[in-house]
Nanobody
């Protein structure tokens, strides 16, 4: 059974930092792109950041560029999202996702990701 399990969410302060982790089990994702999406109440799920299989290609939403950093450790089958300079508008449920197929780039469309975690809540107070 393939599982993606997020951790590290919680309450953060504006200007502060949080680090999310996503541990995969049941199969290796070392050849797949991995991404983080988020969904705020009343809004659609949106792409946040992603990384290709070897970390050589990363993609960020404009809203998080320069503040968030995505990384991965294929030996641990884990992907990370370091969030800095947090803003109240970063408040959302954050989801980890693994791509259906092998890509050299990092797609931003959720339809191209076939594996999803259950999500972790991030709340940023002002």
């Amino acid at each position: 059974q393939v599982q993606l399990v997020e951790s590290g969410g919680g309450l953060g302060q504006a200007g502060g930092s949080l680090r999310l982790s996503c541990a995969a089990s049941g199969r290796s994702f070392s050849s797949n792109s991995m991404a983080w999406f988020r969904q705020a109440p009343g809004k659609e799920r949106e792409f946040v950041a992603g990384i290709n299989w070897n970390g050589g290609n990363k993609n960020y939403a404009d809203s998080v560029k320069g503040r968030f950093t995505v990384s991965r450790d294929n030996a641990k089958n884990t992907v990370y999202l370091q969030m800095s300079s947090l803003k109240p508008e970063d408040t959302a449920v954050y989801y980890c996702a693994g791509s259906r197929n092998i890509f050299t780039n990092v797609p931003a469309s959720p339809e191209l990701y076939g594996y999803w975690g259950q999500g972790t809540q991030v709340t940023v107070s002002s």
